[in-house]
Nanobody
Framework: QVQLVESGGGSVQPGGSLRLSCVASGDDIYDIISVGWRRQFPRNDERELVAELNSDGIANYATFARGRFIVTSDTAKKMVYLQMNDLKPEDSANYRC???WGSGRFTSTGQGTRVAVSP
């Protein structure tokens, strides 16, 4: 069974930075297509893609994340990271990492780590 556990969230002031980490466990993961992060807003349960990194190392960012966030991964350690800079109050959400694997047949998602940005 594949499990993803995120960490690194917390409370910061506007303009601050956070680095989120995600570790995958389970020996069943194979043929990874992409890894990345989505965020979910508690007020309305809306979910949106933040950033995705494919197996060729090409990253795709949501418009709001471009220039501020950087997604990286360490395949050997089964880790995915999200460096978030210049955080804004509207970035407050639950950030959940995901892995698309099995040649695209499976998607595993973590429970998330909460980020709160306020003065």
């Amino acid at each position: 069974q594949v499990q993803l556990v995120e960490s690194g969230g917390g409370s910061v002031q506007p303009g601050g930075s956070l680095r989120l980490s995600c570790v995958a466990s389970g020996d069943d993961i194979y043929d990874i297509i992409s890894v990345g992060w989505r965020r979910q807003f508690p007020r309305n349960d809306e979910r949106e893609l933040v950033a995705e990194l494919n197996s060729d190392g090409i990253a795709n960012y949501a418009t709001f994340a471009r220039g501020r966030f950087i997604v990286t991964s360490d395949t050997a350690k089964k880790m995915v990271y999200l460096q978030m800079n210049d955080l804004k109050p509207e970035d407050s959400a639950n950030y959940r990492c995901f892995i698309v694997w099995g040649s695209g047949r499976f998607t595993s998602t973590g429970q998330g780590t909460r980020v709160a940005v306020s003065p």
